[in-house]
Nanobody
Framework: QVQLVESGGGLVQPGGSLRLSCAAS????????MGWYRQAPGKERELVAR??????MYVDSVKGRFTISRDNTKKMVYLQMNSLKPEDTAVYFC?????????????WGQGTQVTVSS
């Protein structure tokens, strides 16, 4: 059974920091591209950052402020969020995806709320 469990969300003031964590189980973690997505009220879910074992990429709006990292031994992926802005307010979701010869896997966590407000 595959599980992705996010933690670390909460309420933070503008300019503050949060670190999101995602614990994965039931998958060969190192084979998966791990990503963080977010969905604000009334908006579509959008990619924030993703990481393979070789590289990471970020959406322009978070470059220089957010850092994604992974620990293949612990099966964890993290999102360090600095200089948070009110527009970063959203539910943040952890995602694991991999393409195999006969199938494509795409798994999601339940999400964790991040609210940036004074």
């Amino acid at each position: 059974q595959v599980q992705l469990v996010e933690s670390g969300g909460g309420l933070v003031q503008p300019g503050g920091s949060l670190r999101l964590s995602c614990a994965a189980s039931g998958i060969i973690f190192s084979s998966y591209t791990m990503g963080w997505y977010r969905q604000a009220p009334g908006k579509e879910r959008e990619l924030v950052a993703r990481i393979t074992s070789l590289s990471a990429m970020y959406v322009d709006s978070v470059k220089g402020r957010f850092t994604i990292s992974r620990d293949n031994t612990k099966k964890m992926v993290y999102l360090q969020m600095n200089s948070l802005k009110p527009e970063d307010t959203a539910v943040y979701f952890c995602n694991a995806t991999a393409r195999f010869i006969l199938r494509t896997d795409d798994y999601w966590g339940q999400g964790t709320q991040v609210t940036v407000s004074s």
